[in-house]
């Protein structure tokens, strides 16, 4: 910027700032702000004002010495937000400069109310202050107003340790392996995939294992269109195979294939990691992927 | 089937996506408070308490019963919670009905809620564990394959499903506690929504909400006022897996529909139920369940909601209340279904009573379809 001769930046400051003299109403105030208390004061027509005033409005007469806490708590009549906040305000976020009828009291206070935007507040709207560290006998004593505490927040985090055993263990070493292990049931004759211990239709024992091929039937599917940190990118299709040999489906990914090409009957195969990235998961199997033989008619 | 029972208060808060302004314990005191001035009591009638709740991690409060019984007057009384997954609601208010027809209690009050608000009820039943793929988001999309399944067999046309989102919204703008108010809705506006689980569109699935329901059910010598009297109780599970479930219409949903049809003499179902509240998250479990439940042939369920017979004008009315379509506080939706079926017969159902409703159906089910409560309720002593 060009400097300019005769434009010059000029201060106007008392050092050590003006002192302003209470007075007994006001200082009384202050000094119960000190101590974490808001007061008014009361008129002899019996209004209570706050901040307190010297001298009755309406009347002219003094006030009477008689000083009322109020609030801490109290309602907004009226607000205005303050999208960009200067310098010299009591809060560097946007916030609402409010009107604020503490319970008690019969006139409003102003203060700062912080807010997350502007659509937190109204006129009615609960508010309750927040003080400072340090107060000093100050009305910035009190911070600013905020909302009523309405909610909290509770993280709950559990974390286990997770030990496979039994039938999945045998199941993922099989996956591991590259095969689907299966188990029979003797009494009802239903093979069982993922491998189980126990058959949930007569309760036995399974004690025939048996190796199933990694081909089979879709059933059933959704394409799944709603995302989830925790699954593949949307569009998925999740679907019900019933692996050759098998009499219950199993749940996975379908690839290799436009969602909605996926038919009920289509035939799959699964299509696996290679054998270097293999681990114990489900994981090893990347998805199914159509084989080209013709669909299964479904009954 | 024990003493007789009947329902002789009902209460239940608004439906809505976010219930600030209250606690879980305002919550369900709220319910409980408007039963117990529907029934003419205080707490001090009340002789046991059963609250009902679907899983802890919707709201992340472990064992909330515990907490609850100063809201519900439980204190020197026996309390105790039930857990059936979505069909809770239901089984809630059988194990109090039990209570009552076991000679054991003169007065029970039953509660469920569900705070939905409070977390994301699609993350809390989508806890992918190690080892497993993670292919199952929610419960739109367990349901969805089966769904698919039903339109498959059943040769269904693609705007059965539609149907059904329309007519339990229409129902649910006479409803004042519903939760969705969609006014205009049709097709159109179905159709026009995405498809989240296809084959279940946005506007086919029911909605998030935070609520309770409660009722007091009472022994005959306890009985006051207009009462719902119980006709018939019935509960049944299965295994989610096991070779050759029928997961489109599970085994033990035809068997507790029989159990309970039985107890209340009905042979006919579509005719002799003047009213049925039956558990329908998604548009598609109505024709589902027509069949489940015997009233409709098997094939042929979608038929008869395309004729319109499940309307509020139909000849067998389906969720007149609007249904879990359009008020789902998961815990409460079974309890909802059941305490609307005693409101028909008790012919306090406002707006969305069915004319002469002499006896109702109440139904519930849960987890992968695999948990089922009915119960059926009648204007007369049975």
């Known amino acids: 910027m060009p ?151 509770s993280e709950v985090r559990a974390e286990y340790r997770l030990q496979v055993g039994g039938a999945l263990r045998v199941f993922l070493e099989g996956v591991e392996r590259g095969v689907f292990l299966g188990s029979r049931c003797e009494q009802c004759e239903k093979v069982y995939v993922p491998l189980r211990l126990a058959c949930p239709e007569c309760g036995n024992t399974l004690p025939e294992t048996l190796e199933l091929p990694d081909t089979g039937t879709i059933t059933t599917f959704a394409i799944n269109n709603l995302p989830d940190p925790r699954a593949p990118e949307v569009p998925f299709v999740s679907a019900y195979i019933l692996l050759d040999g098998a009499d219950i489906p199993m749940i996975a990914l379908i690839g290799d294939v436009p969602a909605h090409e996926v038919r009920q009957g289509m035939r799959v195969k699964a299509v696996w990691v290679p054998e270097s990235e293999r681990t114990a998961t489900m994981a090893n199997i990347r998805w199914f992927a159509p084989t080209g033989e013709p669909d299964v008619e479904l009954t | 089937m024990g003493n007789r029972c009947a329902v002789i208060g009902v209460g239940q808060t608004h439906y809505t996506t976010k219930r600030r302004d209250v606690s879980i314990a305002g919550l369900v005191r709220e319910a409980a408070l408007r039963a117990l001035e529907d029934a003419g009591l205080t707490f001090k009638d009340i002789d046991a308490v059963v609250i009902g709740k679907a899983p802890d991690l919707f709201e992340g409060v472990m064992m909330p019963e515990a907490y609850l019984a100063d809201a519900l007057g439980a204190a020197g009384k026996p309390m105790m919670r039930v857990h059936t997954a979505g069909s809770v609601g239901g089984s809630t208010a059988l194990v109090g009905a039990s209570l009552i027809q076991g000679g054991v209690h003169e007065r029970v009050l039953v509660v469920a809620f569900e705070k939905q608000s409070e977390s994301n009820a699609t993350w809390a039943l989508s806890t992918h564990l190690p080892f497993s793929a993670s292919l199952v988001v929610g419960a739109g999309g367990y349901f969805a394959p089966h769904i698919r399944e039903y339109m498959r067999r059943s040769g269904a046309p693609g705007h059965i499903g539609t149907l059904v989102a329309v007519k339990d919204r229409l129902n649910a703008l006479k409803n004042p506690y519903a939760h969705l108010k ?13 498809m989240l689980w296809e084959p279940i569109r946005y506007l086919e699935t029911c909605p998030s909400s935070d609520g309770a329901c409660a009722m007091v059910l009472a022994s005959e010598s306890a009985a006051t006022g207009t009462p719902a009297w119980v006709h018939g109780t019935a509960m049944r599970s299965e295994p989610i897996f096991r070779a050759g479930r029928d997961t489109v219409s599970p085994q033990a949903g035809k068997d507790c529909a029989a159990d309970v049809y039985r107890q209340a003499g009905i042979a006919d179902p579509r005719r002799q139920i003047d009213v049925a509240e039956v558990y329908v998250p998604f548009s598609w479990y109505e024709p589902m369940w027509l069949e489940n439940l015997g009233f409709a042939a098997e094939g042929e369920g979608w038929k008869l909601t395309e004729s319109g017979a499940t309307a509020l004008d139909g000849d067998t009315p389906w969720n007149a209340s609007g249904g879990v379509l359009s008020s789902n506080p998961i815990g409460a939706s079974g309890l909802i279904r059941f305490a609307e079926a005693a409101l028909q017969v008790r012919g306090m159902a406002g707006e969305h009573q069915v004319d002469g409703a002499r006896t109702a159906l109440g139904h519930a089910y849960g987890g992968g379809a695999q948990f089922f409560a009915m119960w059926i309720v009648g204007r007369e002593k049975p």
Do not use: C
Not at chain 1, 4 to 10: G, N, R
Not at chain 1, 35 to 55: D, M
Not at chain 1, 76 to 98: G, K, M, N, S
């Open chain 2, 182 to 194: 969609i006014p205009g809705i049709d097709q159109k506006m179905v159709e026009s929504t995405p």
């Open chain 1, 3 to 153: 400097s300019d001769p005769l434009v010059a930046q000029h201060v106007l400051e008392f050092p050590g700032g003006y002192t302003r003299t209470t007075g007994p109403v006001i200082g009384r105030f202050l000094s119960e702000l000190r101590a974490r208390r808001i007061v008014g004061v009361r008129t002899a027509e019996g209004r209570v004002h706050v901040p307190p005033l010297e001298y009755d409005p309406a009347t002219g007469e003094p006030v009477t010495g008689e000083y009322v806490e109020v609030g801490p708590a109290g309602t907004i009549t009226t607000w205005a937000w303050v999208a960009e906040p200067l310098d010299a305000h009591p809060l560097d976020q946007p916030f609402a400069w409010a009107l604020i009828r503490l319970d008690g009291a019969d006139s409003d206070l102003l203060h700062a109310v912080a807010a997350e935007n502007p659509k937190a507040l109204a006129a009615g709207a609960r508010v309750w202050p927040v003080w400072r560290d340090r107060p000093t006998g100050h009305i910035t004593d009190i911070s600013h107003f905020a909302p009523e505490v309405t909610k909290i927040v």
